[in-house]
């Protein structure tokens, strides 16, 4: 109910200490409920609440974006108009970066040796790196023989080298361990727990990789004799880290025969993960803005990101809890009781999250230190960036 011109009240049907949190998502944009009337076909109809005004945008969203004069936040923005480039491609934007057309290179989930390329190639520029938060993942089926079998989805879990994943495509630094819930929430296992675990330690591989084998076979496998079809989401880190694991899993299980479906573009792929016809997908998320939501997506049976349709009442239970919980300290508790068992569940390979990079061009100045980086989405990462740089007279 809006009272007055600024204050909304907000009725609840049940407690949810992540409401603010949700809306708070950039995602989820606040925008006036005449746009729905307006319609969203033309993006010079579009309005909001942000930093800027359309001036102009085509269809492919490339346009011109001017510093909203009424904007709540005083002083704010710091830039007077942006010109927004959309490319088709990584290498398009980034040889547009390259031959300085565009001010900005935000480099998601791409490998150590294009990272390499752009500082040789642009030393003026200033590399920036963050906590990404976008974990990699690798997901069973829960509905498909034999991965509905617990001793089979362990074995795979303990099979699989995490460190050699991350190492082999972002190099050191640009990666870190992560379990059930992405390490970079205060709710969840630390990177330096999980790294300690089996499974993740690289100290423990030759153990995890017989203990993988016994299970393996308990389950009815002898050999690792059996098929596995990977499906193979489109981003590059996805195919690349599929062929290093399929070549890990060979390994240990040559007569193992292991296909990789795809890659598949979103349409595609958001098809087959909403049906859940797969073996194991390959498959990353960028996080929301809430621990618990974050769980919940992943592993409630009610949860949007749970493709492997994995069912637990003692997590859906705990994670109905966190969500009703204020108390940080209690709902952190409850969250880690609720990876615990979905680590003991095993319906997920967590591998690891990933750090992101990004390079701004030498005209732009100001100081990045609250800045919390880019969160993935090229066109709200420039806006947002404002906040706390302006180009140079």
Not at 125 to 150: I, S
Not at 258 to 270: A, T, V
Not at 328 to 354: G, N, S
Request: with cysteine; glycine share 8%; charged share 25%.
């Amino acid at each position: 109910v809006a009272t007055d011109d600024s204050t909304v009240i907000l009725k609840m049907s049940n407690p949810n200490s992540a409401i603010l949190n949700g809306i708070a998502d950039m995602r989820c944009p606040i925008m006036p409920v005449e746009s729905k009337d307006a319609g969203f076909t033309d993006g010079n109809k579009i309005v909001g609440t942000g930093p800027f005004i359309v001036k102009s945008m085509n269809s492919e969203g490339n346009g011109t974006l001017v510093a909203n004069p009424n904007y709540w936040e005083p002083g704010l923005p710091k830039v007077a108009e942006i010109e927004k480039v959309s490319f088709d491609t990584y290498t398009a934007n980034t040889a547009a970066f390259l031959g300085d057309a565009v001010d900005q290179l935000i480099m998601t989930n791409q490998p150590a040796t294009s990272i390499a390329t752009v500082k040789e190639r642009r030393p003026d520029a200033t590399e920036l790196r963050w906590d990404y938060g976008y974990m990699h993942y690798k997901r069973f089926g829960m509905t498909r023989k034999p991965f509905d079998d617990v001793r089979v989805r362990k074995a795979f879990v303990l099979a699989t080298d995490v460190t050699q994943l991350g190492e082999g495509y972002y190099g050191p630094g640009m990666w870190q361990y992560s379990g059930p819930l992405v390490s970079t929430w205060p709710e969840a296992i630390t990177a330096d727990e999980i790294k300690k675990r089996p499974g993740w330690n690289p100290q423990t591989r030759e153990a995890d990789i017989a203990e993988a084998k016994k299970l393996l076979e308990s389950a009815g496998i002898k050999d690792g004799e059996m098929t596995v079809t990977l499906l193979v989401f489109n981003t590059p880190v996805h195919p690349a880290g599929c062929e290093r694991l399929r070549a890990q899993w060979n390994r240990i299980w040559p007569k193992m025969k292991i296909n990789l479906e795809g890659p598949l573009d979103s349409g595609p792929m958001n098809q087959r993960l909403a049906a859940g016809t797969f073996d194991v997908v390959s498959y990353g998320n960028l996080p929301t803005t809430d621990g618990a939501v974050e769980f919940t997506n992943f592993y409630s049976s009610k949860g949007s990101r749970n493709y492997g349709k994995y069912q637990s009442p003692e997590v859906d239970k705990l994670a109905d809890r966190a969500i009703a919980e204020f108390d940080l300290a209690a709902r952190k508790k409850i969250l880690l009781e609720a990876q615990e068992l979905v680590i003991k569940d095993a319906p997920i390979i967590p591998e690891y999250y990933a750090k992101m990079a990004a390079f701004i061009s030498p005209k732009w100045q100001g100081d990045l230190k609250n800045y919390v980086g880019p969160g993935g989405q090229s066109g709200a990462d420039l806006v947002d960036m404002t906040r706390w740089i302006s180009v140079k007279q």
